[in-house]
């Protein structure tokens, strides 16, 4: 994985995806697990990571923001296997074939959940 924050090897798309992540940060558009999980250490700095194409927020812990739906999403990286995405995504994705861990880490986030992925994931733990 290559991850770059010098503009010089970015491509148009990938500055105007920074800048509309930077107009998300100044305006506070966040999620409520955004807001609530993020760290403000002071030290954000914008990302590109020139494998995946995404373009992101980091801070000096390497918790990752990224845009969806209009707002600034936490992007996790699950603590076992290393499943990666938004916790949407995350949920979407989960399947038998997960470790019960990361299983465990993504329901730890119950309350930003739906209904449907926490009833999901929970027959999944008790299968």
Not at 5 to 14: I, K, L, M, T, V
Not at 23 to 37: F, H, I, M, N
Not at 105 to 119: D, N
């Amino acid at each position: 994985m290559v991850v770059t924050a010098d503009f010089s090897d970015w491509g148009y798309r990938d500055i105007g995806d920074a800048a509309t992540i930077l107009e998300l940060w100044s305006d506070q558009k966040l999620t409520r697990l955004a807001d609530y999980y993020f760290d403000n250490d002071g030290s954000i700095t914008v990302n590109f990571n020139q494998n995946s194409g995404i373009v992101f927020l980091s801070n000096s812990d390497y918790q990752v923001l990224v845009e969806s739906d209009g707002k600034l999403e936490l992007f996790i990286t699950t603590g076992w296997t290393g499943q990666e995405g938004t916790l949407d995504d995350l949920a979407d994705d989960a399947d038998d074939s997960w470790e019960k861990d990361d299983l465990e880490e993504v329901l730890s986030y119950e309350e930003y959940l739906s209904s449907a992925h926490k009833k999901k994931l929970k027959k999944l733990l008790n299968q």
